[in-house]
């Protein structure tokens, strides 16, 4: 199986910071790549999809980027409301697999 | 509105099975894959498998096969998850999740139900 590595597993930063999260697999996945947020106690919630595109309502300080097995998802300028775990997954076939997610923090 | 609503918590003994239903309202059942990913306490989220509602046909993932089994009623536009041979590892939050377009087996998931504790303690 495809196996799906994020890092950093947690970072502080703070508000109007550029955030980086980087997600690498271990075998090419073309751009079946999409970002999830889950706020504690919450739903997962899609951020980007296809590995670039914003799902509906996502805020635009969201980006996403990356192909075959390098990925990255950006927060242009890390708000309070961010603070959250994000995970990456993997879909271009079963099984599907996440990250082990990454843990935003405010500083 | 698109909705995905799930049956309740659960406490179960070990050894016993759970089954968790999810109910999808808002869109043509038939016309979406439906997954499940359990996410343990403080832990990461994990593929269960996935069931075609069109056709009732299922993918599982390897750690969980011949313990899962999911079905659907079309009737009542709703999933059924079951897993047996419970044991302490399996306690989790059990999510149904609907994937973005229909259009491939396995998607992103835009549409998620709202959770199933499901508990296995002695």
């Known amino acids: 199986d495809i196996q799906m590595t994020q890092s950093p597993s947690s970072l502080s930063a703070s508000v109007g910071d550029r955030v980086t999260i980087t997600c690498r697999a271990s075998q090419g996945i073309s751009n079946y790549l999409a970002w999830y947020q889950q706020k504690p106690g919450k739903v997962p919630k899609l951020l980007i999809y296809?590995?670039?595109t914003l799902q509906s309502g996502v805020p635009s300080r969201f980006s996403g980027s990356g192909s075959g097995t390098d990925f990255t998802l950006t927060i242009s300028s890390l708000q309070p409301e961010d603070v959250a775990t994000y995970y990456c997954?993997?879909?271009?076939?079963?099984?599907?697999?996440f990250g082990q997610g990454t843990k935003v923090e405010i500083k | 509105q698109v909705q995905l609503v799930q049956s309740g918590a659960e406490v179960k003994k070990p050894g016993a099975s759970v089954k968790v239903s999810c109910k999808a309202s808002?869109?043509?059942?038939?016309?979406?894959?439906m997954h499940w990913v359990r996410q343990a306490p403080g832990q990461g989220l994990e593929w269960m498998g996935i069931i075609n509602p069109s056709g009732g046909s299922t993918s599982y993932a390897q750690k969980f096969q011949g313990r899962v089994t999911m079905t659907r009623d079309t009737s009542t536009s709703t999933v059924y998850m079951e897993l047996s041979s419970l044991r302490s590892e399996d306690t989790a939050v059990y999510y149904c999740?609907?994937?973005?377009?229909?259009?491939?087996?396995?998607?992103?998931?835009?549409?998620w139900g709202q959770g199933t504790m499901v508990t296995v303690s002695s």
């Open positions: 808002g869109y043509t059942f038939t016309s979406y894959y």
């Open positions: 296809a590995a670039s």
């Open positions: 999740a609907r994937d973005v377009c229909g259009c491939r087996e396995t998607d992103a998931f835009d549409i």
């Open positions: 997954q993997k879909y271009n076939s079963a099984p599907v697999t």
